[in-house]
């Protein structure tokens, strides 16, 4: 019986598709967009390196396997080459494109520039990677990546997610560039993508008080400035008044 029974079981089938796709990894699904403001740093700082995550679907080489960047216009206003950011072609970023041999993933960096029409207007830089000797694309909801670059403030991309409102009860509210501002000096904090990630986020899930003393605390300072002639109040976003109600 014993041997009839394992006779009949079918054999696991073997993955044969020698050809390797190489995709962006995003820190959620269907997150494909960055935004890197230098509107954080001090005046002095003129460039900035934004690290992206690759990985392979297929199987691990004895060597390494090269790979190329490249940009893809949106049909708007475009980040520019040398102007916005590093070109991939360029001697200082030699070396850095590539699948190392036995792994399967690889961070890869890419240069931007603090030009001054960040400070007017946000440039999006679209990625994608091209096909070679080594890679096919991967799956194509994972084949674009989009930095929005600036010099001021501009709306994380996690905020909405972490920050606007969880699981639907209202945190903090819309974002808007006063707003913002406004509570980067009541905090002492950055409130970019990664501080949202990775402290607001674990706040959220682990520390309710917290949260309830950052919301109470924003809503003091805001009377408070308010209420003083001198910050002409009170403040707002445009024709929008802020608030964290």
Not at 104 to 114: D, G, Q
Not at 125 to 133: A, F, G, K, Q
């Amino acid at each position: 019986m014993l041997f009839l029974f394992t006779s009949c079981e079918k054999d696991p089938s073997v993955y044969e598709n020698e050809e390797c796709y190489l995709r962006f990894v995003y820190a959620n699904k269907g997150d494909s967009t960055v935004s890197r403001s230098f509107a954080y740093g001090a005046d002095e700082i003129t460039e900035d390196t934004v690290w992206l995550k690759v990985s392979i679907m297929g199987f691990t080489s004895d060597r390494d396997r090269p790979f190329v960047l490249k940009q893809v216009k949106t049909g708007g206003q475009d980040a520019v080459a040398g102007t916005h950011y590093v070109a991939f072609d360029d001697a200082r970023l030699a070396g850095y494109y590539y699948i190392p041999k036995g792994e399967t993933e690889s961070l890869v960096p890419v240069i931007v520039k603090r030009d001054a029409s960040l400070k007017k207007n946000d440039y999006p830089l679209r990625l994608t990677i091209e096909v070679n000797e080594y890679f096919a694309l991967g799956s194509k909801e994972y084949l674009y990546k989009t930095i929005t670059l600036a010099d001021r403030l501009v709306r994380p991309d996690n905020w909405d997610r972490y920050v606007k409102s969880y699981y639907g009860q209202t945190i903090l509210g819309d974002w808007g560039e006063n707003k913002h501002k406004f509570i980067i000096n009541v905090t002492q904090e950055k409130w970019d993508d990664e501080y949202i990630l990775n402290t607001w986020k674990y706040y959220l899930e682990n520390d309710n008080g917290y949260i309830n003393y950052v919301k109470n605390l924003l809503k003091t300072e805001l009377e408070k400035y308010n209420a003083d002639p001198a910050n002409n109040g009170p403040l707002k976003d445009g024709d929008v008044i802020v608030s964290f109600d």
